[in-house]
């Protein structure tokens, strides 16, 4: 079977879920079935058709299975967010419809990505201006204690989302460049030199969590950077090290800085009396919403969201705390499900990124997946209070235009990568992987 | 790429923690309002009465869709109020509405599967069949005539809690506007002063004292005492003056000791047993412990002797103003309407305290009976004999004795108790009574607060009304 048939053939699951979940969500809300459903899941289905269609005309090597996965999280998510407020949903689903045509545009725009490490610098600077901008004076706006969101006029959006994915260029091509150094130095002989690179993105990702406020973000960037890192010199010890700094930086900041403090003091016990209602309220109704889902959850439709007054019983409900909905309402086994789906497109990433023939491909491949798979575990992890909750994303499920398109491009550069790799390959061993 | 597995093994670990291994933990928490919200969306199962008709609890609900809220209505409004309690959103919940919340939810059933768990929905509360009985209980509400006290009617035999009165009552269907109010009230409406109240029981404890002299085999009935007054207890002098059984009396037997009540014979009597012995009888008749009532815990007091601190205690006391219902600095006797129609219940059944309950069964939607509340016997309180000769000796008091106002046909034995509370000026009354004297069917406790009268004018009235309502029907 061609990559191409199989990536068809996943969708197929997609449709089912789609039409699937909305109509258990209708049957659950309205008691009757009418055929809104059945035109959800086929606008739906036939944007990914589109998608596939058109995947197939221009990266026909792409990785079978990335694009299914993706549509699948979207899919889920839309029938989340349509669960629990409908008017969520159409935007979303328009936002979806965007992120299509932007992967789409990604594609035509960028036939190759090996131009992108030309522009390393010119990138870098812009991903520190985005992610900059929402600490700017009339730009930027303050979310939950942490500065995420910029407004230009009508249009709000998260630009750490983007700068993500232009930080993580801008590592790949600078590390590919310097490995060799970096490499070459031993221990006894380690000057500023090796160590420089990491000292300085050590030293964003504390400006980070001090000045943007925002964990969440600091340590997936920083992740990121490490994954790459062990990838571009293969060096366990700088890993470590470079781990090492991010926690004893953390951990100075958690005790001296107040706002860090507070959310260090929330995760560690948010069911003090003092906070419960207050600071702590968000992760403790987090908690609660899990411990009523249980094995097998409530089931689709049935989570308590309301409070009798009509007011949402769990902050944020669409973006930040939306895995502990699905936990409330699939329960474990859903919720083992859906890490278990991240799991495999986190794997088609790290795939594609064994593939790839140079360097560069190799740490770009790495470095998205990295930052997409720590995206996950911030989030999940904030919710399950493994680590403390900070804003951000589930990538593809959570309500949010800049992070469903964000998501979209970095999927788009995956396919362009692993579309590349799997053709150099395929002519290297003269067949068809 | 291994790191990622870790990582995502860790998130399934905590997932697992917070949906399993911490769940109840969790839902136990007082921050979570979820159990509250979501029982709001089950149908609670209704209340009957013991006749299966009058409904004393139902659900209504309001709003649709996944807004839709069941609210709860007693359409007997204050008649049940203290027995059945309330259950509220706000307010939380009292009474049976609470002792039988597990089974009003629908909660822990034993038929409930996997697949009900997966399907969970409409999930519907069982209904509750109570013991009581409407006749009886409008009977003791009339009889008390708005006076403060309580009426606790129960079946010897079976334990059955026929009737359970406090006045004064409260409409549950007021609770959630008027809480406020209700808990400012100095009248106490909200308080169950059948099970949570206890008063000085006065000569009623004279029963107690009676069965433990006789069943210890160091007195008969017949055994002759001296009646002089005032006598020295616990060095010292009580008289007979201020009682029901006034003034001096020559020898004469228990059985006449208690027709007339007289005080310095059974403050004798009881010195003589001990405060051991004393204390053993008063146990198993249940005094020491909450009564074993399918009732809330926090509604629920125990009987018993009382030091200045509120504590019981079970020594050092002055047994023989104790063993008359009364008591010294050292130690109150204290009891409830509840516990006292408890001794006369164990006197009717020949000996055996059988445990009161308020529920007959619970059945499920589909009418099948998930619970049937059998008698059970608490404890073995005396010999069959001496419940006899104890019954006999009670017996006098209503034919011939304190409690004539109490007589009926078929009979009725009784014990009379007046309790001073503020010298001279405002009496506990009480009457506690079985009847019919062959075979008692019911056992019976009525105490009135701060009463200008006696146990024999105030209580034994209300007993025979509420008697009568009660073998009538």
């Given at each position: 079977m061609s990559p191409r048939a199989r990536e068809l053939f996943g969708l197929i699951p997609v449709s089912l879920l789609v039409t699937g979940g909305f109509t258990a969500v209708l049957i659950t809300r309205t008691e009757d079935v009418n055929n809104v459903t059945i035109t959800y899941g086929a606008i739906f289905l036939g944007c990914c058709l589109a998608a596939h269609l058109f995947i197939r005309a221009r990266l026909p090597d792409a990785d079978p299975y990335l694009f299914p996965l993706a549509a699948l999280l979207a899919a889920f998510g839309l029938v989340m967010i349509y669960r629990i407020d409908e008017a969520k949903a159409g935007e979303q689903a328009v936002v979806f419809g965007l992120g299509l045509g932007l992967l789409v545009a990604t594609v035509l725009f960028l036939r190759d990505h090996r131009p992108l490490e030309r522009y390393r610098y010119t990138i870098a600077l812009a991903g520190i201006a985005l992610l900059l901008s929402p600490r700017l004076p009339g730009l930027g706006e303050q979310v939950n204690g942490a500065y995420l969101g910029v407004s230009l006029g009508p249009i709000s959006f998260q630009p750490a989302e983007f700068g993500k994915l232009a930080i993580v260029i801008f590592l790949a091509s600078y590390l590919e460049e310097t490995r060799e150094v970096l490499v070459r130095g031993r221990l006894p002989r380690v000057s500023l030199k090796h160590l420089g690179p990491l000292l300085v993105v050590w030293g964003a990702?504390?400006?980070?969590?001090?000045?943007?406020?925002?964990?969440?973000?600091?340590?997936?960037?920083?992740?990121?950077?490490?994954?790459?890192?062990?990838?571009?010199?293969?060096?366990?010890?700088?890993?470590?090290?470079?781990?090492?700094?991010?926690?004893?930086?953390?951990?100075?900041?958690a005790r001296t800085v107040g706002h860090v403090q507070d959310r260090v003091d929330v995760w560690l016990d948010p069911f003090d009396?003092?906070?419960?209602?207050?600071?702590?309220?968000?992760?403790?109704?987090?908690?609660?919403?899990?411990?009523?889902?249980?094995?097998?959850?409530?089931?689709?439709?049935?989570?308590?969201?309301?409070?009798?007054?009509?007011?949402?019983?769990?902050?944020?409900?669409?973006?930040?705390?939306?895995?502990?909905?699905?936990?409330?309402?699939?329960?474990?086994?859903?919720?083992?499900?859906?890490?278990?789906?991240?799991?495999?497109?986190?794997?088609?990433?790290?795939?594609?990124?064994?593939?790839?023939?140079?360097?560069?491909?190799?740490?770009?491949?790495?470095?998205?997946?990295?930052?997409?798979?720590?995206?996950?575990?911030?989030?999940?992890?904030?919710?399950?209070?493994?680590?403390?909750?900070?804003?951000?994303?589930?990538?593809?499920?959570?309500?949010?235009?800049?992070?469903?398109?964000?998501?979209?491009?970095?999927?788009?550069?995956?396919?362009?990568?692993?579309?590349?790799?799997?053709?150099?390959?395929?002519?290297?061993?003269?067949?068809?992987? | 790429m291994m790191l990622v597995v870790v990582l995502f093994g860790l998130l399934v670990a905590f997932t697992s923690r917070w949906t399993v291994f911490e769940a109840d933990s969790l839902r136990d928490n007082s921050a979570n309002r979820r159990p509250l919200l979501e029982e709001q969306r089950i149908p609670r199962g209704r209340i009957l009465a013991s006749d299966g008709r009058t409904v004393l609890a139902e659900s209504f609900a309001t709003g649709s869709g996944s807004r839709r809220v069941f609210t709860r209505r007693y359409p007997e409004g204050t008649v049940f109020s203290h027995p059945i309690g309330y259950s509220f959103i706000d307010r939380g919940r009292a009474g049976l509405e609470r002792s039988r919340n597990d089974a009003l939810t629908g909660e822990s059933s034993e038929f409930a599967t996997i697949l009900d768990e997966i399907t969970s929905a409409g999930r519907e509360g069982d209904e509750v069949r109570t013991t009581l009985d409407p006749g009886g209980t409008?009977?003791?509400?009339?009889?008390?005539?708005?006076?403060?006290?309580?009426?606790?009617?129960?079946?010897?035999?079976?334990?059955?809690?026929?009737?359970?009165?406090?006045?004064?009552?409260?409409?549950?269907?007021?609770?959630?506007?008027?809480?406020?109010?209700?808990?400012?009230?100095?009248?106490?409406?909200?308080?169950?002063?059948?099970?949570?109240?206890?008063?000085?029981?006065g000569s009623t404890m004279k029963v107690v004292t009676a069965v433990a002299a006789i069943d210890s085999g160091r007195y008969t009935p017949d055994s002759v005492v001296s009646g002089k007054s005032p006598k020295d207890i616990s060095g010292v002098p009580l008289s007979n003056c201020c009682g029901e059984g006034t003034g001096n009396f020559g020898p004469l037997t228990l059985t006449q000791a208690l027709t007339n009540s007289v005080n310095t014979v059974w403050a004798e009597v009881a010195e003589k047993l001990g405060r051991d012995t004393m204390v053993r009888y008063m146990k198993r008749f249940g005094f020491y412990e909450d009564p074993p009532l399918d009732y809330p815990d926090a509604q629920l007091a125990p009987s018993g002797v009382f030091n200045r601190e509120g504590d019981l205690v079970d020594d050092g006391f002055d047994v023989g103003r104790v063993a008359i219902g009364q008591g010294g600095a050292e130690g109150q006797m204290r009891a409830t309407p509840l516990q006292m129609a408890m001794v006369a219940g164990a006197v009717a059944n020949r000996g055996k305290l059988m445990k009161p309950r308020l529920t007959e069964r619970i059945v499920r939607q589909d009418g099948r009976i998930r619970e049937r509340v059998e008698p059970e016997e608490a404890s073995e309180v005396m010999k069959a004999e001496t419940a006899d000769r104890i019954k006999a000796m009670m017996a006098g008091v209503v034919s011939q004795g304190t409690a004539t106002a109490a007589q009926l046909p078929g009979g009725v034995a009784g014990k009379t108790g007046t309790a001073e509370v503020e010298a001279g000026e405002n009496n506990q009354v009480w009457f506690i009574a079985l009847a019919p004297l062959e075979r008692p069917r019911y056992a019976i406790a009525v105490t009135v607060e701060r009463s200008q009268g006696q146990g024999g004018s105030v209580a034994a009235p209300i007993a025979k009304q509420v008697l009568q309502s009660l073998l009538r029907g």
């Open positions: 990702a504390m400006f980070m969590l001090v000045f943007i406020r925002d964990l969440g973000s600091s340590l997936m960037f920083f992740g990121a950077f490490l994954a790459l890192l062990y990838v571009a010199t293969a060096r366990v010890s700088l890993t470590v090290a470079g781990f090492g700094m991010f926690a004893a930086g953390a951990w100075f900041f009396p003092a906070r419960v209602d207050a600071e702590g309220y968000q992760i403790a109704q987090s908690l609660f919403a899990q411990a009523d889902g249980g094995l097998f959850g409530q089931g689709f439709g049935q989570a308590l969201l309301e409070l009798p007054s009509g007011a949402s019983i769990l902050p944020a409900a669409e973006t930040d705390l939306i895995y502990a909905i699905v936990v409330n309402e699939l329960g474990l086994f859903g919720a083992c499900a859906l890490i278990l789906t991240y799991l495999l497109f986190a794997a088609r990433g790290f795939r594609t990124a064994t593939l790839s023939s140079d360097g560069f491909s190799k740490l770009l491949a790495t470095g998205l997946t990295a930052v997409f798979a720590l995206q996950v575990f911030v989030i999940v992890g904030g919710v399950t209070r493994v680590i403390p909750l900070t804003g951000v994303t589930l990538p593809f499920i959570s309500f949010g235009g800049s992070s469903l398109i964000a998501n979209f491009v970095l999927l788009a550069l995956l396919l362009i990568l692993s579309d590349r790799a799997r053709r150099d390959r395929g002519l290297l061993k003269g067949g068809v992987v | 409008r009977a003791a509400i009339q009889a008390l005539g708005g006076r403060k006290g309580a009426v606790v009617a129960l079946e010897p035999d079976t334990g059955r809690v026929r009737v359970m009165v406090s006045l004064p009552q409260f409409d549950p269907n007021q609770v959630p506007e008027g809480f406020a109010r209700l808990v400012r009230d100095s009248d106490a409406p909200l308080l169950n002063r059948a099970t949570q109240s206890t008063y000085p029981p």
